[in-house]
């Protein structure tokens, strides 16, 4: 007998079913395990042990042979040894047809073909989709999870894989969207029900009357850190918990937290704009921003283009006003003083998250955060009293990004329900059980699903890592963003290379390439600058000899031709009032270019400039250098051309 379970088939089979309960999945799991054989006899007690061992909540016999024979879906033969039992024919053809119409697999065949994308792409999309559903129901079973869902979970994926998956989430397809949505919010209706955690019924009563304590970066996303989408998608999820009834607080520890976080970023972006390294930043977030992650430094930037911000001082003052307002707009409180923590308990625990965060990842975890965790979760614990073994009356949880706290309650043993719950595990229970069941908001669910690719963008952060390194090389600002841009268009070509330390050893390798490539471009320019330089100097001379015979042609023709003919023309002036006064007007003017100014020099300096800025080592280095020097000479000869 084949025992496995196919998860997303099995989501399939629990479709269309309102006010899920227990006794149906149960029915699923069956349907499940004989479709998987095939709709082959089998035999009762097998089909039994299998049944409970996807499903972590007890079972009776007696109920498991009450669902059997009150079924009319079930052919049971009776033998000698024990019966044997299959789906009817009507109830197979059901099934296949429950598979064919909730499927996610027709839709994705559709997006590949409608895009003319490669077929074996199919299987990287239900890869990453496995991954995501096992994200967000591993909390509420982990046990039992494990056991459903294939090895692909850990599979790491490029950039451009899961880019693929965000554009088939992104893909214009009402069916997909019913079939993606109800997949996820089948698994964790499965997850809830098979848990052994005292719920019987998936009803508006598990999740009615709670109260949740927020973490510190789901604040600082309500406030726009992580970007408008991740805002937006939050602050929708937040006031439509809120129209359920459920209540959003958040403890003294993490609101120092949030102060401490606020401040030490401040700091940073004041030490970056005496820098200069916040102004490289803002033009490269205009120019690219699809560069950027939206931490601290890249939203300060953003808002300062934007002109809200026009100092780091004035962003603190910013992010603090939007934290009041929206504590006001959406009722959210500080938690209740009465409950006490020992300080020897929080750090205790603290440690021991510190610890078991080394176990599963690199992320850097600090003293601090863990800190504010341990008390977090405490208070919700303390919150919670005796009652921490059934959803329906837990009346406390904390709401948190972060999915490593979230893996290292659901895997102790001890926890019977962890404290922690992701923002996407909150959309897929309370959405369906809210009172607009038409009107999913499948944009807002499937934001929380996408798949980030942060690990392929820049951190502001880390933009200043790579200014620093490049002023090593070059302190010119353009050249500096042409490096950070070009970096950011081959970043991540090698794919195996995708940790943070790499990343940093990375821009410095390509760095060093990038300007020994340039370096050998410099050496051969200065060699032609060389040239041009050189040349450049032997162009004062003729520019100067050149300009001198263009002056005294001026002067010849004023002397020569311009003031004979003014004469002349006196001289046919047969008012004697008109041919005097322009008799003085010509005397004045000789007078002026004879006696009052040096007007040959002037025109000389001039003449020698207009030739001199034509040569080719001013057009290409704009350097007056030469320029100066055959004016001194000038000078020195006080303009006399002749």
Excluded at 17 to 36: A, G, H, M, P, T
Excluded at 120 to 129: A, D, F, P, R, W
Excluded at 301 to 308: A, D, E, G, P, W
Excluded at 520 to 530: A, C, D, G, R
Aim: charged share 30%.
């Amino acid at each position: 007998m084949i025992d496995n379970i196919n998860l997303l088939r099995l989501a399939c089979l629990i479709q269309d079913r309102d006010n899920q309960d227990f006794k149906r999945v149960v029915l699923s799991i069956i349907f499940e395990l004989l479709y998987e054989n095939n709709n082959e006899d089998l035999k009762a007690d097998e089909l039994f042990k299998a049944t409970i061992t996807k499903c972590k909540e007890p079972i009776e016999r007696d109920f498991f042979d009450e669902l059997i024979s009150n079924s009319k879906s079930f052919v049971q033969t009776t033998t000698g040894d024990e019966p044997l039992i299959k789906l009817t024919p009507v109830k197979f053809q059901d099934v296949e047809k429950n598979i064919s119409e909730f499927s996610i697999e027709p839709s994705i065949n559709s997006f590949l073909s409608v895009n003319g994308y490669d077929k074996k792409y199919k299987k990287v999309i239900l890869k990453i989709l496995y991954q995501s559903i096992y994200e967000n129901i591993y909390a509420f079973n982990p046990s039992n999870i494990d056991s459903l869902v294939p090895d692909v979970i850990k599979e790491k994926f490029t950039q451009e894989e899961l880019n693929l998956f965000n554009e088939f989430l992104e893909h214009d397809d009402p069916q997909k969207n019913r079939r993606l949505y109800n997949q996820f919010v089948k698994a964790i209706e499965f997850a809830i029900l098979t848990s052994g955690k005292g719920v019987k019924e998936f009803s508006d009563q598990i999740y009615s009357d709670k109260t949740y304590i927020l973490d510190t970066n789901i604040i600082f996303r309500m406030l726009g850190v992580g970007g408008v989408e991740r805002k937006e998608t939050i602050l929708a999820l937040i006031k439509s918990c809120i129209k359920q009834g459920v209540n959003f607080e958040y403890t003294i520890n993490t609101y120092q937290e949030l102060n401490n976080t606020l401040d030490a970023s401040i700091n940073k972006i004041s030490v970056a704009e005496r820098t200069k390294k916040i102004e490289i930043i803002q033009e490269l977030v205009a120019e690219e921003p699809h560069f950027f992650n939206d931490d601290f430094i890249v939203q300060y930037s953003r808002l300062k283009n934007q002109k809200i911000a026009n100092s780091p001082e004035q962003y603190g003052l910013e992010m603090r006003t939007r934290f009041k307002q929206l504590c006001e707009d959406l009722n959210i409180k500080q938690s209740n003083h009465k409950i006490k923590l020992e300080h020897y308990e929080i750090n205790l625990f603290a440690k021991k998250l510190i610890s078991e965060r080394k176990k599963i990842t690199s992320y850097r975890y600090s003293n601090k955060q863990a800190f504010t965790d341990a008390y977090n979760v405490l208070y919700v614990r303390k919150v919670r009293g005796n009652n921490n073994y059934n959803y329906s009356e837990v009346k406390s949880f904390y709401l948190t990004t972060d999915r490593g706290l979230n893996k290292i309650l659901s895997d102790n043993d001890k926890i019977i329900i962890p404290a922690t719950i992701l923002p996407s595990q909150l959309f897929a229970i309370h959405n369906p059980l809210s009172d607009d069941k038409d009107g999913v908001d499948y944009e807002n669910f499937f934001s929380f699903i996408k798949r980030r690719t942060s690990e392929f963008k820049h951190r502001g952060r880390d933009v200043f890592s790579y200014i620093q390194q490049a002023r090593v090389y070059t302190t010119d600002k353009e050249e500096i963003k042409k490096l950070i841009k070009t970096f950011s268009d081959e970043r991540y070509k090698n794919k195996e290379d995708r940790t943070q330390e790499n990343v940093i050893v990375s821009f410095k390798d390509f760095t060093k390439t990038y300007f020994d490539g340039r370096l050998n471009e410099i050496e051969e320019t200065e060699k032609n600058l060389e040239q041009i330089e050189i040349q450049g100097k032997r162009n004062i001379l003729p520019a100067m000899s050149k300009s001198k015979n263009y002056t005294r042609g001026i002067e010849l023709s004023i002397y020569v031709i311009i003031i004979p003919l003014i004469s002349f023309g006196i001289g046919k002036i047969t008012n004697w009032q008109y041919g005097l006064i322009s008799l003085v007007i010509l005397e004045g003017i000789k007078f002026l270019i004879t006696v009052k100014g040096n007007y040959s020099k002037q025109i000389w300096e001039y003449l020698f400039i207009k030739q001199m800025k034509k040569t080719p080592y001013y057009q290409l280095t704009n350097n007056s250098q030469y320029i100066e020097e055959g004016l001194k000479v000038i000078s020195q000869e006080n303009g006399k051309v002749w």
